[in-house]
């Protein structure tokens, strides 16, 4: 009897037991990806990118492909968020003591990939390399303002500017103001040396550096092929993700780095695999060989959208995608050719027709959501009867031949097929001549081309970036100016723009600016695009893409 009384407990006790197990509550908890201790899943990261990366270097580049890699492996003195808020970054706080200098308080115990404390000595051996003329870094633009760190202390510095300079701190949130270890670049100053055989020591090179002079010019102009060797193979950051390795062409590996600083991260590896066409991307999204896909076109929104496992994230972008023009080149150091051109180019078809409304027709040179943008600026609209009349009052009023340089993206190929045939109106005849994205920008960076299709994204959200890389003279080439725009008033003014501290001031600078620029038509400004990635949502979720364009993924779970 008490035999039969046990068994008959036992059951009783095994079947709530099992009923437990099948709860809903336990089903929610397993469903989250929680082990037995309550730790969050963590699994490796695949996202595919159109475009490959130039240089993990952040002082060798500004395309946007090395920008999604390298905002991972380096941090910045600012941190710019999703919503490109301004927020502590290896700066844990700062403020605008006056007029030109800025105080930085520095994050302490933090370390670099390679195990190096975090000290404000890295951050002056990071804004003198990228200020180096050995470098001919095409990024200067963006740092040439800092006259001089000032180190207080290990963790204290301050920044003097030559001049008044509003956008400073969005300038240093910039990915390629990621601070580099200073053990990293003295070994590749010494790297640069040694292969330029030169016998001058490291310190005697900084301090020909610091001095200037005939000397410095000699070894500068040696050694300035040689830089950025060890810096692009051997990327040493203090952020999220560290480098592992590179297959030129198809993909970077970068695994997390156990001593990061900022925060608790649930990835392993991260793998950015480059998948230049569209349509085979998004079919590596849904089959599960990525769990993110950039550069999402909108002939590939629908898909994504109604897929069983993927969604889309978007954002309306700070980009201005144009047509640009060869000042150097005749016909279109003729203003008049250069404006027919623009009147001729019906925007409104091209967001509709290639981009299916994913974007606004540009008007100028900034995108709506930058600060500095005209509210009342009048762009050039479609319109071929003045097009024909202002090319009648030119020498090429029955039409010339010409070349139109793009890459290698079907959009842009699609929109470049659309403006030939708009042309062709103009008697203007187009050939269309075709490049993979690296060849691409180093070729007009020399200057050979006639006309091309490129964007220009102002991932600082402020008018200077938007205008100061394209249209300073100083900057003609890799720096932005592919048109090789040369004109003294515009110059006067962008430097004016960076030196007010007065807002309204600034606003007014920016605006008779972009009157300029549109009435001059260095570029035919088309239109303003909307960022989109897409994500397998059954396997990761917090993914986010920035008005800039790029990929946030620090928050990602996965399931």
């Not at 082990?35 to 580049?61: C, N, R």
């Not at 968020?81 to 308080?105: C, H, I, R």
Request: proline letters at 3%; charged letters at 25%.
């Amino acid at each position: 009897m008490k035999r039969k009384n046990f068994l008959a407990i036992f059951v009783i006790a095994f079947l709530i037991v099992m009923a437990a197990c099948s709860s809903d509550e336990n089903v929610d908890e397993a469903a989250s990806g929680e082990d037995s201790e309550g730790s969050e899943k963590t699994g490796d990261l695949t996202i595919g990118t159109m475009a490959e990366m130039v240089t993990t270097d952040p002082h060798g580049s500004n395309d946007s492909a090395s920008r999604q890699v390298r905002a991972n492996i380096y941090e910045t003195l600012v941190f710019q968020d999703v919503d490109m808020s301004l927020s502590p970054g290896l700066a844990t706080e700062y403020e605008q003591v006056d007029e030109t200098t800025w105080n930085f308080k520095l994050r302490e115990g933090t370390t670099f990939h390679n195990g190096e404390d975090f000290t404000a000595e890295d951050v002056v051996a990071t804004f003198d390399r990228v200020q180096d003329e050995a470098m001919a870094s095409p990024v200067l633009f963006l740092f040439e303002m800092i006259e001089e760190i000032e180190v207080v202390s290990d963790y204290e510095i301050n920044i003097h500017t030559s001049i008044p300079f509003a956008p400073l701190a969005s300038h240093l949130a910039h990915n390629t103001g990621g601070i580099i270890s200073k053990a990293t670049i003295d070994a590749d100053y010494q790297a640069a040396l040694d292969a330029a055989g030169s016998d001058v020591t490291l310190e005697e090179y900084y301090e020909l550096r610091d001095a200037g002079g005939e000397e410095y010019d000699t070894v500068k102009e040696a050694i300035s092929e040689h830089l950025g060797t060890v810096v692009s193979n051997e990327p040493n950051g203090t952020n999220h993700l560290k480098f592992v390795s590179r297959s030129a062409g198809d993909s970077v590996v970068l695994e997390k780095f156990e001593d990061f600083q900022g925060g608790d991260r649930y990835f392993e590896n991260v793998t950015f695999k480059v998948i230049p066409e569209n349509g085979a991307r998004i079919a590596e999204l849904e089959t599960g060989g990525i769990q993110v896909a950039t550069d999402v076109d909108s002939s590939n929104i629908a898909r994504v959208e109604e897929g069983a496992d993927t969604a889309v994230t978007s954002a309306d972008s700070v980009r201005m995608s144009y047509l640009g023009f060869n000042i150097n080149k005749e016909p279109f150091e003729d203003v008049k050719v250069r404006q027919a051109i623009s009147y001729a180019i019906n925007r409104e078809e091209i967001v509709t027709g290639v981009y299916d409304d994913m974007g606004i027709p540009a008007k100028g040179p900034l995108a709506p959501n930058v600060w500095g943008y005209s509210e009342d600026l009048e762009g050039q609209e479609y319109n071929i009867d003045k097009a024909k009349e202002l090319l009648d009052e030119t020498d090429m009023a029955d039409g010339f031949d010409t070349t139109l340089w793009v890459n290698d993206d079907q959009q842009i190929i699609d929109t470049a097929v659309y403006i030939q045939n708009e042309l062709a109106e103009l008697n203007i005849n187009v050939e269309i001549e075709q490049f993979e994205w690296g060849a691409y920008l180093e070729t007009l960076a020399n200057g050979n081309h006639d006309m091309f299709i490129l964007g220009w994204t102002t991932v600082t959200g402020d008018a200077d970036y938007g205008l100061y890389a394209l249209f300073h003279s100083k900057n003609q080439g890799a720096a932005g100016n592919r048109s090789f725009y040369d004109n003294p008033e515009v110059d006067e003014l962008l430097d004016a723009g960076r030196a007010e501290v007065d807002e309204a001031a600034r606003q007014d600078i920016y605006t008779e600016l972009e009157n300029i620029l549109v009435e001059d038509s260095p570029m035919s400004y088309l239109f303003h695009a909307q960022f989109a990635a897409g994500y397998n949502e059954s396997e990761v979720s917090g993914i986010e893409v920035d008005p800039a364009g790029g990929l946030h993924f620090r928050d990602v779970r996965f399931k």
